[in-house]
């Protein structure tokens, strides 16, 4: 079975700084999803960023990037210039594709506020 | 806009009453949707996975008989609370199952039972 660890339960940083939320996983699957949802204060799961194992390259979205270290299982969320918006719950996530339908695994979350 | 509209978002009731939560699937068809609960301050769990039509797979602990859940058509999954007690007081949380793509979320249900 997957695992996802959020080793950080809270974070916070100021406006406009950058901020980086890690994510450890352990799978023996050698192709797989990643993803970073956000859940604000009214509790929309909200697809931050999608990361694909078979993929080098780290997925970058606007603000929002990942450091992907496929070797070391390590999937960090990097937030640039950082806003008042972006104070949420981060969730990481893990999906297997079987082909039949994938479950998301989902760490226990980091609780991110941002300050003026 | 929303691809997955969960009703009602928010249900207060008496302890004994059954209570139904409805996902609909807005802009495809949905062969599968699963059930997730997310007790305060905690990460989501799933509860079960919704397949349409046929009986749905329910996660290890969850209790088949509480939770009923049906998926009739294409474009919609219930879950149904039964004989809800205080301890059923929580959020859930539908999503679609959209193959290799991200799972795409209803805003969730706020169950308090009194």
């Known amino acids: 079975a997957q695992t996802v660890t959020q080793s950080q339960p809270e974070m916070s940083v100021q406006e406009a700084e950058t901020v980086t939320l890690s994510c450890t996983y352990d799978t023996s699957e050698n192709n797989y ?35 992907f270290q496929k070797a070391a299982k390590s999937f960090s969320l990097k937030i640039s210039d950082s806003q008042l918006g972006d104070t949420a719950m981060y969730f990481c996530a893990f999906m297997k594709p079987t082909g039949t339908a994938s479950k998301l695994t989902f760490g226990t979350g980091t609780r991110l506020q941002v300050t003026l | 806009g929303a691809v997955v509209s969960q009703h009602p978002s928010w249900v207060i009731c008496k302890s004994g009453t059954s209570v139904k939560i409805e996902c609909r699937s807005l802009d495809f068809q949905a062969t599968t949707m699963f059930w997730y609960r ?77």
Not at chain 2, 42 to 50: D, G
Not at chain 2, 52 to 61: C, D, L, M, R, V
Not at chain 2, 77 to 90: F, G, I, M, R
């Open chain 1, 33 to 67: 999803y990643l993803f970073w949802y956000k859940q604000p204060p009214s509790r929309q799961m909200i697809l931050v960023i999608r990361q694909e194992a078979y993929k080098q390259q780290n997925a970058t979205e606007n603000r929002f990037s990942v450091n």
């Open chain 2, 38 to 114: 997310q007790f305060p301050k905690q990460s989501l769990m799933l509860m079960a996975t919704s397949n349409e039509g046929s009986k749905a797979t329910y996660e290890q602990g969850v209790e088949k008989d509480k939770f009923l859940i049906n998926h009739a058509s294409l474009t919609l999954s219930t879950l149904t609370v039964t004989s809800a007690h205080p301890e059923d007081s929580s959020f859930y949380i539908c999503s679609s199952y959209r193959g290799n793509q991200p799972q795409h979320f209803g805003d969730g249900t706020r169950l308090s039972i009194l």
